[in-house]
Every structure is written in structure tokens, then in C-alpha cells.
Nanobody
Framework: QLQLVESGGGLVQAGGSLRLSCAAS????????VGWFRQAPGKDRELVAA????????YYPESVKGRFTISRDNAKNLVYLQMNSLKPEDTAVYYC????????????????????WGQGTQVTVSS
């Protein structure tokens, strides 16, 4: 059973940066597509970045494109989310997720497409 643990959240001023990490154990992490999601109070969980198992493909919604970068180090079982130019509306709990079944080098964008989830890390951006 794959287990995921996020770290790196915290409080940052608007315009600042944070790098989140997702550490995996209990499986061959290099074979899993991975996504980063966030959930603000009262809102649905939404995708902020996704990466294919082989790093060939990434996806970002317009809300974070150009500011967030997802990357992975399969040798270390780690996935990162570099967040720059942070805004107060980026405040949320951030989760990493991994999917069992991969098709080619696709990325996956919906919560139901992921099988494993971490517990989340809080990111708070002050204005």
C-alpha cells in the first residue's frame, strides 16, 4: 500500500514562494502518475498540478500556470511543488495524490482518478 506524506507548508506573504514535498513509501513510486490538489474552506478539492509517471508530461490549470511547477525525483520517491508569486487565494490545504493505473504518459486531473492521498499540508498566504 502506497503511503504519501506532504511537507513544506507554512505561512508566507503574498508574492513569496514555498516548495512542497511529497514523500512516498510502500510502492514503486516511479510508476505512479501524481497530482497536487488543494482545498480551501468551503470549496471543492481542485487540481493545481499533475505529472506523468515518466516526467514527460505536466499539466497546470490557468489559475496557477506560470507560478507553480511540479517535478519529481523517482530515485528518491519524491514529488515537489514549487509555488512562486503566491497570492492570498492560494491559501488552502495542499494534498499530493498518486494513481495506480497509468495509460501511456497521461496526466490525470480529477480527484476520483487517484487512489492514494496524503494527509495534506497547510499553506497560508497573507496579504
Amino acid at each position: 500500500q502506497l503511503q504519501l506524506v506532504e511537507s513544506g507548508g507554512g505561512l508566507v506573504q503574498a508574492g513569496g514562494s514555498l516548495r512542497l514535498s511529497c514523500a512516498a513509501s510502500g510502492g514503486t513510486f516511479s510508476s505512479y502518475p501524481v497530482g497536487w490538489f488543494r482545498q480551501a474552506p468551503g470549496k471543492d478539492r481542485e487540481l493545481v498540478a499533475a505529472i506523468s509517471w515518466n516526467v514527460d508530461n505536466t499539466y497546470y490549470p490557468e489559475s496557477v500556470k506560470g507560478r507553480f511547477t511540479i517535478s519529481r525525483d523517482n530515485a528518491k520517491n519524491l514529488v515537489y511543488l514549487q509555488m512562486n508569486s503566491l497570492k492570498p487565494e492560494d491559501t488552502a490545504v495542499y494534498y499530493c495524490a498518486a494513481r495506480d493505473l497509468r495509460i501511456g504518459d497521461l496526466t490525470y486531473h480529477a480527484t476520483y482518478e487517484y487512489d492514494y492521498w496524503g494527509q495534506g499540508t497547510q499553506v497560508t498566504v497573507s496579504s
